[in-house]
């Protein structure tokens, strides 16, 4: 699970970079969207097969955000030093003529995280914020002032940690707002509303069946992988593999992309167990893993570092500004876990009471979602 992870995250850093990069590895868009199956997988197993956080949501919110926010303001700060000290025009410049009520939200969002999926759907209309349906109608480009713009999807993320507690301990209403979701998301593409971005890509209604889907696949499928990983040497290692040389085959699949992409989260949700039992035996695996977060967070940044050093020049040569950013990605990521992640992981660990697990082996102590 930890290099699906990775590879995900890397596979966003492909498609910011733009050019023949998009296509390479999954894409962005479905990168996202796998990583809330993997995120509704681990969360169902933090909160139903392990007994650190029964009966108390407020420890689970306290470790979600020790695991988010420490390294996202981190990235952030540095992010604001860059721009004060020279460039970031384009962010300033959203600045300059917003209301009031405009510039609180984009300050408190950049501030806590939650909200910035919802930023999405506003914009500015005849001078004030304004509910527009898509960020696309605006006067001003207020995702151009998010100082992590991809942080967006942490914000989609952040609003199941809330539910889930009060979820993901019944079956019932798992199902139901499964189903409840998916019935959204069909009615919303009948009516046309759905097509488009933000609305099938962004709105956490919709996206909450790809968590929901991921906590089924811990909840139902993770106890028979067990028992075939049982009786099948390699079993782990097998599925595990199976989901890498997808996620690098993907784009060479020759089915229309909005079937592609679905047949791709059934698939990860189908073997994310065998991936996680993996993980379990393998602790390189788990040590790529850690670095999926940082260089997800960080990305944004080493590419605007970048692209400020070479001023321009990277264009005649993509090929090394993609190595450039990826490379930096990386030790950017090891550098951000090494200094900060690391020491509030020990914090973090404090706050899980030692309770026996419920039939996961000795899996808890090989994750770390």
Not at 29 to 57: E, K, N
Not at 115 to 128: N, S, V, Y
């Amino acid at each position: 699970m930890g290099m699906l992870r990775t590879l995900l995250a890397l596979s966003v850093v492909l498609d910011h970079l733009g050019g023949g990069a998009t296509d390479w590895l999954v894409g962005g868009r479905l990168a996202v969207q796998l990583f809330y199956v993997i995120s509704g997988f681990l969360i169902s197993y933090v909160l139903t097969a392990t007994d650190h956080y029964r009966g108390a949501p407020g420890r689970f919110y306290a470790n979600r955000a020790l695991r988010l926010y420490p390294v996202y303001l981190a990235v952030a700060a540095l992010t604001l030093l860059a721009y004060l000290a020279g460039g970031g025009e384009a962010f300033w410049r959203v600045y300059e003529d917003l209301p009031l009520s405009a510039e609180l939200f984009l300050a408190v969002s950049n501030l806590v995280i939650l909200g910035q999926d919802w930023l999405m759907f506003f914009g500015i209309e005849q001078g004030g914020l304004a509910f527009t349906g898509s960020f696309a109608h605006s006067e001003v480009p207020l995702y151009q002032g998010l100082l992590v713009p991809q942080a967006w999807t942490l914000g989609v993320e952040m609003s199941f940690y809330l539910v889930a507690p009060f979820v993901l301990h019944s079956p019932r209403r798992l199902l139901v707002l499964l189903v409840a979701s998916l019935a959204l998301r069909a009615a919303l593409i009948a009516s046309g509303i759905g097509l488009g971005d933000p609305w099938p890509y962004r709105f956490f209604p919709t996206e909450m069946a790809l968590f929901l889907l991921g906590s089924v696949s811990h909840q139902v499928l993770l106890p028979r992988w067990q028992a075939w990983s049982r009786r099948v040497a390699r079993l782990p290692e097998l599925g595990t593999a199976l989901l890498l040389l997808y996620a690098l085959a993907h784009f060479s699949i020759g089915l229309p992309p909005t079937l592609r992409d679905g047949i791709a989260v059934l698939l990860f949700a189908a073997l994310l167990p065998l991936a996680f039992l993996f993980q379990s035996r393998h602790r390189l695996d788990k040590a790529i893993g850690e670095l999926s977060y940082p260089i997800y967070i960080c990305h944004a940044l080493v590419i605007l570092f970048f692209g400020w050093l070479l001023d321009g020049t990277q264009a005649p040569q993509p090929a090394m500004f993609m190595a450039l950013v990826v490379a930096g990605c990386i030790g950017l990521a090891a550098l951000l876990n090494s200094l900060i992640a690391e020491p509030v992981e020990r914090l973090r660990r404090r706050l899980r009471v030692d309770a026996p697990l419920a039939g996961v082996g000795s899996a808890p102590r090989t994750v770390n979602p």
